[in-house]
């Protein structure tokens, strides 16, 4: 966590948070993890996928927003052009610290406000305040504690999500094949989806199971937002 420190507002009173999203601040990812909370707001914006970590095996939730490292098409005119910023964009530049042990699981409790002094988001001349005059928190602060609890509560829920997906073997590779409107032609590899066809096999106490936590519907929002590729392809034949 280089660049990130512990919060205070003895020492930190004076910093200001710019909130527009622009390349320049560090918006430009092109693969965002999110949570499953989010995925009622994200179908209709973003193309959502699972991607696997090459180094812990582990597969994480995520929507595209480009198809080469550092481009994301949602920026354009120094805006985030959609309805719903995912919340992993939208708390930067903070981040959970957990008070504990090396590897502790991160709760309510145990968790602190962090912030990353390096990101160009921070400075002590233009922006919204973290702190009043009193050295009290002030609105955007309270956002980003609000934004930082569903993260701490949403993560694991996520994981228990997608480690449902693995046990039942419902994620399948998908390999985008891009005609680009230059006659360029690109494959973008390393995206999952849902595998609609064993998804449908599910029954008797495990489909209810799915049903009861909500993993269905997940799922069938997942599949939907694919369509949203097209909307990225459009985009990038513009650019």
Same mark, same amino acid.
């Given at each position: ?104 699981? /991160? @709760?309510?409790?145990?968790?602190? *406000?962090?912030?990353? #002094? ?9 922006? !919204? &305040? ?6 009290? /928190? @002030?609105?955007?602060?309270?956002? *980003?504690?609000?934004? #930082? ?9 996520? !994981? &228990? ?79």
């Amino acid at each position: 966590m280089a660049g990130y420190t512990i919060l205070d507002p003895k020492q930190h009173q004076d910093l200001k948070i710019i909130t527009t999203k622009s390349a320049e601040l560090g918006d430009s990812h092109h693969i965002i993890p999110v949570l499953a909370e989010e995925l009622r707001a994200l179908v209709a914006e973003y193309p959502i996928c699972f991607i696997k970590d090459n180094q812990t095996g582990q597969f994480g939730l995520n929507v595209l927003t480009g198809f080469e490292l550092g481009e994301n098409l949602f920026l354009q005119a120094q805006a985030w052009n959609a309805s719903y910023v995912p919340l992993h964009i939208r708390r930067q530049p903070f981040m959970v610290g957990i008070k504990g042990e090396e590897g502790d699981t /991160p @709760t309510p409790d145990n968790t602190i *406000v962090t912030i990353n #002094l390096d990101s160009p988001k921070v400075n002590k001349e233009q922006g !919204e &305040a973290l702190f009043d005059e009193d050295a009290k /928190p @002030t609105e955007l602060l309270s956002q *980003v504690n609000r934004m #930082l609890v569903n993260l701490v509560q949403g993560i694991p829920r996520t !994981e &228990a999500f997608v480690k449902s997906l693995l046990e039942h073997d419902l994620l399948m590779p998908v390999k985008l094949d891009l005609a680009l409107a230059s006659g360029e032609k690109k494959s973008f590899t390393g995206l999952y989806n849902i595998n609609e066809e064993k998804l449908a096999t599910l029954s008797g106490d495990t489909l209810q199971t799915f049903h009861q936590k909500g993993y269905l519907q997940a799922c069938h929002l997942i599949m939907a937002s694919f369509g949203q590729v097209q909307k990225l392809i459009a985009w990038k034949n513009k650019a």
